[in-house]
């Protein structure tokens, strides 16, 4: 996949957190509402993450099973933390094939809009979009060093 491609994915997909804080920040009366839609779709969301990866390769399947597995187990602890961690290591490894690779990062950013629409507002919007930003740098610089791993070394399948 040619790389600025993969970086755009990786943007795109992590730019559901940002517009999430700027929903949060501009309709705060409907959020209360809203609440339990938001929780649902979250949840949804990352079961169709959680699975989608078996239906695109059942090459490994088993083995992202397993790991599939055990990520959701600690997802439900604190799910915002873990789910953006699976989010970094799947997006790299669902690159080699781009209906999968757009289908995971489209997760990831309808992942994201709860994600921070639900989480307390800052007083501005650009505030909130730069907790967004600190919040998930990591794992969306995690996801591109694994790209780039997984592209040196071919060891995606």
């Known amino acids: 996949m040619n790389f600025i491609i993969f970086i755009s994915g990786i943007i795109l997909a992590y730019a559901g957190s940002l517009i999430g804080a700027i929903i949060a920040h501009n ?3 409907e959020l209360k509402q809203g609440e339990r839609y938001f929780i ?3 949840k949804a969301v990352l079961v169709l ?11 490994y ?7 599939l597995l055990i990520m959701a187990i600690f997802i439900i602890s604190k799910p915002d933390l873990y789910a953006y961690v699976l989010f970094a290591i799947i997006l790299p490894y669902s690159a080699v094939d781009p209906l999968f690779f757009a289908t995971m990062c489209f997760l990831a950013f309808l992942y994201g809009l709860p994600s921070q629409a639900l989480k307390p507002e800052k ?11 600190k ?13 780039i791993v997984f592209s040196v070394l071919s060891i995606a399948p």
């Open 40 to 42: 649902g779709l979250q």
């Open 61 to 67: 399947g088993l083995l992202l099973l397993a790991l």
């Open 49 to 59: 993450f959680l699975l989608t990866p078996l239906m695109f390769s059942m090459q």
């Open 27 to 29: 309709s705060k009366r």
């Open 123 to 133: 007083k501005t919007a650009l505030q909130g979009v730069i907790r967004a930003a």
């Open 135 to 147: 919040e998930h740098a990591p794992f969306a610089a995690t996801a591109i060093i694994l790209g």
